[in-house]
C-alpha cells in the first residue's frame, strides 16, 4: 500500500528523484506538515538514518509505530535505496526510535 501511495502523481515526483539520504532529511518537514502535535527528527548518514519520534503520551500505539517504519522503508526503496531494513529499536509512550539501514 505504500509503495502504491508513493508512486502516485502527488509523490512520485519527491520520492523517485531523490536518495534515500535526501528524502530522509526532509522527512521532518513532511511529517510535521501530516503529524501536527508530533515531531520526528531524522539523524542521516550515507548508507543509514536514525529517526526519533516524540509524542503525546500514548498517542502512537506501538503497531502504528511499526507501520510508520515500513512506510518510510517504502520510501527508501521508492528512492533507490536496496536491501532497506527498518527496525523499531526502542519504544515508550511518548517516544520511538526507528533505524534504515540501506545500500
Do not use: C, Q
Amino acid at each position: 500500500m505504500n509503495r502504491k501511495l508513493l508512486g502516485s502523481t502527488m509523490y512520485r515526483p519527491m520520492v523517485f528523484v531523490s536518495s534515500p539520504a535526501f528524502l530522509l532529511k526532509v522527512s521532518a518537514m513532511v511529517w510535521g506538515r501530516f503529524h501536527t502535535g508530533t515531531v520526528l527528527r531524522p539523524r542521516v548518514e550515507a548508507n543509514s538514518a536514525r529517526l526519533d519520534l516524540t509524542f503525546p503520551e500514548r498517542l502512537l500505539p506501538r503497531l502504528i509505530v511499526e507501520e510508520k517504519a515500513t512506510a518510510y522503508r517504502a520510501a527508501a526503496e521508492a528512492a533507490g535505496g536496496r536491501d532497506v531494513s527498518a527496525v523499531v529499536d526502542e519504544y515508550s509512550a511518548e517516544r520511538a526510535r526507528f533505524t534504515l539501514t540501506w545500500s
